[in-house]
């Protein structure tokens, strides 16, 4: 049972250009969650999805798509990187919207 | 909203009970407590969730007063593997990134030999 496995672990991107980090849960979990830690703060929620199929919008949402086309996978992409994008990023899932989130171990992007 | 308050940060001693209190005065109704612990370069870990009175497990208790207006996180003798930052979160994260109140700062705990 591996929980939440996030690829990959480190990324350094120029601006401008794309990629897409990759989240698996392996619990059944309907929930899955994106956030981004800048250094020193909270996480915040980027998109999130309520079952195979659906995403919908969080707190900061602009410059960043999602597709859950499987239960077990939450796919984040950036299209074009921006600086401002530098952060760690983490997703988690849970099996209810109160539940407990269970987190992957982060994606450390750098833009320049 | 149901903004949280938490100290941003604390100093304590191995073997000491550390208390770390949330406020929240605008809970709903029907809003869960939940407590996550983070390391440095990991993603959060929960510790514990409650809806009121009292609630213990094998790594912490969480006591909620009747109106929930505040909860108190209790970490009982403290090492320093404790050290971490501890985050308050009322009601899910749905809701909290709705009202831009997903994870507030935490409180930074220092367990100190």
């Known amino acids: 049972n591996a929980g939440v496995t996030q690829t990959p672990k480190f990324r350094v991107l120029k601006t401008g250009q794309s990629m897409t980090l990759l989240c698996a849960q392996d619990m059944n979990h309907e929930y899955m969650y994106w956030y981004r830690q800048d250094p020193g703060m909270g996480l915040r929620l980027i998109h999130y999805?309520?079952?195979?199929?659906?995403?919908a919008k969080g707190e900061v949402p602009d410059g960043y798509n999602v597709s859950r086309l499987k239960k077990q996978n939450f796919l984040l992409g950036l299209e074009s990187a921006a600086p401002s994008q530098t952060s760690v990023y983490f997703c988690?899932?849970?099996?209810?919207?109160?539940?407990?989130?269970?987190f992957g171990p982060g994606t450390r992007l750098t833009v320049t | 909203l149901a903004k949280t308050t938490q100290p941003i940060s604390m100093d304590s001693y191995e073997g000491q009970e550390v208390n770390i209190t949330c406020s929240h005065n605008n809970i709903a109704t029907n809003d869960y407590i939940t407590w996550y612990q983070q390391f440095p370069s990991q993603g959060p870990r929960f510790i514990i969730q409650?809806?009121?009175t009292k609630v213990t497990n094998e790594v912490a208790s969480l006591f909620i007063p009747a109106d929930r207006k505040s909860s108190t996180l209790s970490l009982p003798r403290v090492s320093l593997s404790d050290t971490a930052v501890y985050y308050c979160l009322v009601g899910d994260m749905i809701k909290a990134a709705g009202n831009k109140l997903t994870f507030g700062g935490g409180t930074r705990v220092l367990v100190k030999p």
């Open positions: 999805s309520v079952g195979e199929g659906t995403t």
């Open positions: 409650g809806y009121k």
């Open positions: 988690a899932s849970s099996l209810s919207r109160e539940g407990e989130q269970y």
